[in-house]
């Protein structure tokens, strides 16, 4: 780590101390969180970048997607936000090294080490699966390694939820670390939590072989091996590698996600045999098969560590025999759709970068909308087809939408009808999603989408959220309807989330997903229902309408709140302790027996209090009753 040399602190809160890394999209600072007094990482978005809308939401897409998680081995995020247009995310400072840090230094593990760590990997990418985000990047710079051995996943940058579509990258292009692809993501398919496994495989089998399956020239040719080429057993690099543990690793690398370790849990489960001495399920199954051969050679070797944008590969892949229908147009126009996307992947890296507008193809066919928007010195990069009321081979839909600002050389992926005929299909609940991602589940259930904009914000209500659906979620209804997305109108007024009861940090990070942020001094007063430490109230007030940005000073609670003792001296049993349980404190009773001196003419009385009437005690403190029964 280097010093550096201006403190900044952001939001008055993190003061930076030191530049641990740079990122191919941000720096990396370890930070004093002058709060709650403790070391931070923060990481900073690059100046350059910050201009640009992508960058940004793939940065807060990051923050987002790490907030959500808890794990002992995924790296939490305490805080993001914006000063002066720099973005930057908060996060735990691990104190250790990456795990490529630790490749360089050694470069082969030890199998027992390796099969260790990478379990631990397979547990936070486990965790995350369920919570519905697939990491889309595991490779050894995001995995980090504390000095007491403890794994930790950072870096869900590009991370996205399972089944929804990503539109951070230009259409025709991927964005991931080539070396570590899944063949599925180097496609441009969807992915889902099979891609982590793939994934995490190349990381395994480079602990045990000092290098990765595929090495190549450039990304580019590097992502077409994980689509076309079969791996290499890694024996052919390492033959000290135990036999159990090269079928685990390759089964994680088998083409076909089917043939795959079904979620990281399987993963996991057979490492953890392996380090046991148990049999594994993956020599069971005859991993080797599932890869490929053994005997296939590798080429030059290159980093391959940056992630980056790289053009989509063409299949097929070499193990996945496809079925074909026996449906002329649909064949015509699946061979159109492989020469548009050869012909886009040879111009993505010709185009200029003038500005330009999106032209409104809508309504045409492939061919007059591929003439269209060439014209415009635009590419057709992707084509897609779904389910339509509209003709076969009909354009009817684009991305970016017509209209839209775009540079030329700038790849569009087209929606183009399947034809007329629809199908069942049960409407998705799309409410609280962001709205890229209602958009795009939307869209993978063959359905067209229409937004509109309310400047009237509910309860619960943040910018860019899907606030009400119509038809509601779960209703019946066909390919090719419409739902209507209802979103707050920009730049409209919102109501501060209820954050009552939450930590500090937990906050915090709520506040950041709403679109607010936290001001750098906090309130505080007493409660008698929440603990020490703990937020009780807010200033603007809890569902008080905000801009977006605010930010918010919240009221912790100092502990309990003093209370008078009231004088019950001369009451029933039952209306004394009444009286003190009103007032929080925790009632105990002495009763007298009847004959007791003391109790002389004030039967059914109590006759003492061990706290003296119109004294202060804390709320929750125990008081004494002395009581004489009725005779």
Known sequence: MEPVTEQHIYKGRYRLTHLIARGGMAQVFRATDLMLNRPVALKVLYPELSVDQNFVERFRREAQAAANLSHSNIVPVFDWGEEDGAYFIVMELVEGTSLAGLLRDERIMSPSRAASITAQVAAALAFAHRSGVVHRDVKPGNILITEDGIVKVTDFGIAQAISTEDHLTAAGSVMGTATYFSPEQAEGSLVDGRSDVYSLGIVLYELLAGRPPFVGDSPVSVAGMHVRDAAPSPLQFNSGIPADLESITMMALAKNPAQRYQTADEMRSDLLRFSEG?????????????????????????????????????????????????????????????????????????????????????????????????????????????????????????????????????????????????????????TTMSLSDAESTLQQAGLAYKVDFTATAPEGASPNTVLSQTPDGGTQGRTGDEVTITVLAPGSNYPVPNLGGKTLSDAAVLLGKAGLTLAPDQGSQCSNTQAQGIVVGAEPAFGQPVAAGTAIKLVLSSGYCSVVVPNVVGFSKTSATAAMQSQGLVVSVTTLAANNPACLGTPGEVIDQDIAPGASTLYGSPVTLTYCPAS
């Open 278 to 430: 148990r049999p594994v399920q993956a020599a069971q199954r005859g991993a080797r098969a599932f890869a490929g051969s053994d005997t296939t050679q590798a080429v030059s070797v290159i980093s391959g560590e940056r992630t980056q944008a790289v053009p989509i590969q063409a299949g097929p892949r070499t193990d996945i025999v496809r079925r074909r229908k026996s449906n002329t147009p649909l064949i015509a126009t699946s061979s159109a759709l492989v020469v548009l996307l050869i012909a886009a992947i040879g111009y993505f890296f010709l185009g200029s970068s003038a500005a330009t507008v999106m032209p409104d193809v809508i309504g045409t066919s492939i061919s007059d909308a591929t003439s269209t928007i060439t014209s415009q010195g635009l590419v057709v990069g992707a084509t897609k087809l779904v389910q339509s009321t509209r003709p076969a081979g009909t354009v009817v839909g684009s991305i970016p939408k017509p209209g839209a600002k775009v540079t030329k050389g700038q790849s569009i992926t087209l929606n183009v009808s399947l034809g007329t005929s629809t199908q069942p299909v049960t409407i998705p609940d799309v």
